[in-house]
Structures are given as structure tokens and as C-alpha cells.
């Protein structure tokens, strides 16, 4: 079973038994994961604006501070270095590696902009690695305030990276029944190789991994939106935006160090930082035996195996067997419930065998359900179901004695589902295209 299981992988995917073992992060042909390529002609310098819809929603868009394009071009990004690879880079120079942390505090608590201002560090220290390199900083759009970002439900900001690549973050005020949450939901990847069939991100198709600075500077963007225009600190991350956070583990992993750090500048807790996977059980099982301060979600979206197969490929490699397991061992060791993240589309997951398949599922370890509504996407033929529908679902789960929520859509008005706004740009032609490339990819990348 095992074997004809495989070879069915290899030929539908690309993926094998073996593949599956190997270490997370793939290597994809022209590109180097987490690691700028900085050949491309930098097209955004100087150029920074802002735009608001008819709606009570801001956009902004954005792009790394301008000197960066330039120096990227000679020199590496200090913030795109791993712990390890920064420890490594100051044995090169003959420095000891405690002065890692001295730079990594630098950086992320004083929020130090340039080499030479990282006063901890001796002159010549300074000196040596100005000369090998930069700082890189993405920023928010100038004048993104507006009267109307009192009532923004959700601000969504896209980012331009020193290599021309978008990626997108979504602010998301909560006010709701006396709560001050502030949530940030975050990229980790350029495009996504997944191909979930009801993303806009699916549709891109993957381009890079992002660097640990790179995710950094999408909450330290957002956080400067968030205290600007609502006099608030960002409270939540959630792993939720462009990507798929398992297939970028290491650098992931460390941007929650940092985040949660007690003495870098963010100061967020475990209780605060989730991490949603569609499913990677080598990436579950890593995250178990790992010390990450963050929460696990898992995009499950259908519990009945050929539906899940028919929404998310990805569900033809890990079955829901397997995840089951993994999340078991999961709450076992963390502690910790799993929240199963549950996107309700009319007519395909919604109906009474779907809720019965979930409810055994969701039963098997501490779990909590959150109900998400489909944010509709131009030519992408799923629709969102009633709110009849929706409430006659939840009580099943609820009478089921489950803990279940539902999250409203917010951010329809903004294209807010992920890898919508990024995505605009592409006519239905080239989605499609996408589409049928994204397939190859995912073949490329597990071969
Ligand atoms: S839902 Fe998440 S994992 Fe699936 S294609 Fe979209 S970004 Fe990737």
C-alpha cells in the first residue's frame, strides 16, 4: 500500500516516500531560498505612494527603503542571516559569537538602521562588516493616514522586495465586544507552491522564501501603521498570509524567536503567535520537538479525504491519517490545542457528511474550530455559503460539544483573502497559466 501510494505521488506530483524526509526547505532551479537575488534591476527606487478605495479600507503600497536596492547589489543583508550563518559570518571575520546576539539586539530592539550605528560593537568591528553589509528595511507607505482609517476594518499592505517581488500584509483591527486586538497577518514566502484551489496565492505560483528580516519588517511595518493611526501595539501575528510557513521552517521559526523575544522591541507572546500549516506532517512533527513560542493552526477545509485531495494537492501527500497522528503527538507534548481552520464554500464542505467527517476529526485531540467565510475571488468559482447555512452548520459542531467560532470576513472589500491584492495584476489568461505551471513547480520542488 505503501509503495503503490508513492508511486503514485511521484507520478501525480513529483513527491516520493524518500523525498518526503528530506529536509523541509527545497531548492528550486534559479532561485536560492532566503536569499535576496539581487542581480534584478531594482525598478522601485524613489517611487512610494499610497491609494484608498471607496470603502471604509486603506491600501497602501510600499517598497524597501531606496539605499537599499543599491548596496543589495554588492553587499549581503545583515537581516537575512540565520543565527547560525551570523555566528558563522563573525568567525570569518575573528569575532566571538556572542557578538551575534549583540548585533541581533541591535537590530530588533534598537531598531538600528545602520551598521555604524551599533554603538555595543567596537569601531573596527563596525568597520568590517559595513564593508561586507547593509541593513535592509522595509517600510510603510508615507501618508497612509486618512480619516477614514478610524473605520478601516482591515489595512492591507503590499510590499515590494529589493528583487521586485510582492508580497502582502494584512493589519486587522478588533474592536469587537471590548477587545484591543491587534492582528497582523503575515507572509512567509513569495507566491506559494501548495496550489489550494480556493487562493489567489495558489494561482502565483512559488518564487522565494522569505528572509527572517523580511518577515520581521512586515510586523515592524504594521506596527508602525497600528501605533500611527490607532494608538495601539499589533498583539497578534498569525502565519496566514502568502505561503506556506513549514516549507520556510528555520527562518519562520527564528522571526517567532524574535518576535516574541523579551528583550527585542516586539515583546508578543506564544498565546499570541500562531503558525498555520495546510498540512506538512515532517514540518508538525519538527515544530513539536522545537522550543517555537507560537500556536499551531492547521488549514484543514475538508475532513473527508477525496474532498480535501480535490481542494488542496497537497492533501495526496499527507493524508488526513497521517495528520492525525502528527497532531495528536502534537497536543500530547505542547499541551496545547490545535485550531483547525475551516473555509466554508457553498455546496462543497458544508453539507451534513462534511460536518460529521469534522467532528470525528476534530475529536481525536484538543482541538478548536474556526469557521472562516470565503472571500469570493475574480474567477475562482467557489461562493461563499449563507449565514443560515453557516449557523446551522456551527450548531452541529457545537452540539457536538466542540468548541467552535466563526471568523466574519473581513476584508472582502479589499480583495483581503490571501494573495488576492498581489494577484490583481494578473488577468484570467495568466491565471490559468499559473495554475498549470504551479503543478511543475510543485513537481520541481519535492523531486
Ligand atoms: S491557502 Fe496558503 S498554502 Fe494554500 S495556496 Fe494559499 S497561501 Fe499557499
Known amino acids: 500500500m505503501t509503495y503503490r501510494r508513492g508511486v503514485f505521488y511521484k507520478a501525480i506530483l513529483g513527491y516520493s516516500q524518500a523525498v518526503r524526509h528530506r529536509p523541509l526547505e527545497p531548492t528550486f532551479p534559479g532561485s536560492n531560498p532566503g536569499t535576496p537575488t539581487h542581480d534584478a534591476t531594482p525598478v522601485f527606487v524613489g517611487r512610494r505612494f499610497s491609494f484608498q478605495f471607496n470603502c471604509n479600507t486603506v491600501c497602501c503600497v510600499s517598497d524597501t527603503e531606496d539605499s537599499n536596492a543599491f548596496r543589495s547589489m554588492s553587499k549581503q543583508d545583515l537581516k537575512a542571516l540565520s543565527t547560525n550563518e551570523l555566528k ?13 546576539e549583540q548585533i541581533r539586539h541591535a537590530l530588533y530592539s534598537q531598531d538600528v538602521r545602520e551598521i555604524d550605528q551599533m554603538t555595543t560593537l567596537p569601531k573596527a568591528l563596525r568597520e568590517k562588516l559595513s564593508a561586507a553589509f547593509f541593513i535592509s528595511r522595509l517600510s510603510p507607505a508615507q501618508g ?12 492591507k499592505l503590499l510590499y515590494e ?22 492582528t497582523v497577518c503575515v507572509s512567509s514566502q513569495v507566491g506559494c507552491a501548495m496550489a489550494c484551489k480556493f487562493c489567489a496565492t495558489g494561482y502565483m505560483g512559488f518564487s ?29 501575528v498569525v ?28 515583546k508578543i507572546g506564544e498565546r499570541h503567535i500562531t503558525l498555520s500549516t495546510v498540512g506538512i506532517v515532517p514540518g508538525i512533527e519538527r515544530l513539536t520537538e522545537s522550543k517555537a513560542k507560537c500556536r499551531l493552526a492547521l488549514s484543514l477545509h475538508s475532513a473527508i ?28 507534548i505542547k499541551r496545547k490545542p490545535v485550531f483547525l481552520e475551516y473555509l466554508l464554500l457553498s455546496g462543497i464542505n458544508d453539507g451534513e457528511e462534511d460536518a460529521k467527517a469534522l467532528i470525528k476529526f ?30 446551522k452548520f456551527m450548531r452541529k459542531l457545537a452540539d457536538a460539544n466542540l468548541t467552535v467560532t466563526c471568523r466574519r470576513s473581513r476584508g472582502a472589500d479589499i480583495n483581503a483573502a490571501c494573495g488576492q491584492l498581489a494577484t490583481q495584476t494578473l488577468s484570467t489568461k495568466k491565471i490559468k497559466n499559473v495554475a498549470q505551471q504551479d503543478m511543475r513547480t510543485s513537481t520541481s520542488i519535492h523531486n
Open 305 to 332: 479525504e477525496e474532498k480535501r485531495q480535490e481542494l488542496m494537492p497537497i492533501a495526496q501527500v499527507y493524508s488526513l491519517q497521517e495528520l492525525k497522528a502528527a497532531l495528536q503527538r502534537y497536543t500530547t
Open 362 to 391: 476534530a475529536r481525536a485531540f484538543p482541538s478548536k474550530i474556526n469557521l472562516i467565510d470565503y472571500n469570493p475571488i475574480a474567477n475562482i468559482d467557489y461562493e461563499r455559503v449563507t449565514e443560515s447555512k453557516k449557523e
Open 208 to 236: 522565494r522564501n522569505l528572509t527572517i528580516g523580511e518577515i520581521i519588517d512586515q510586523v515592524w511595518g504594521a506596527m508602525e501603521v497600528a501605533e500611527t493611526y490607532y494608538a495601539q501595539r499589533i498583539s497578534n
Open 144 to 155: 497612509v493616514g486618512s480619516a477614514e482609517k478610524e473605520n478601516a476594518q482591515t489595512v
Open 239 to 266: 502565519f496566514m498570509g502568502m505561503g506556506e510557513p513549514m516549507l520556510n521552517f528555520e527562518r519562520v521559526i527564528e522571526a517567532i524567536e524574535i518576535l516574541s523575544h523579551d528583550r527585542y522591541y516586539f
Open 161 to 182: 522586495l529589493s528583487d521586485g517581488a510582492q508580497i502582502e500584509t494584512v493589519l486587522i483591527p478588533d474592536w469587537r465586544e471590548g477587545r484591543k486586538r491587534m
Open 88 to 100: 558563522a559570518a563573525l568567525a570569518a571575520l575573528g569575532e566571538p559569537a556572542y557578538r551575534a
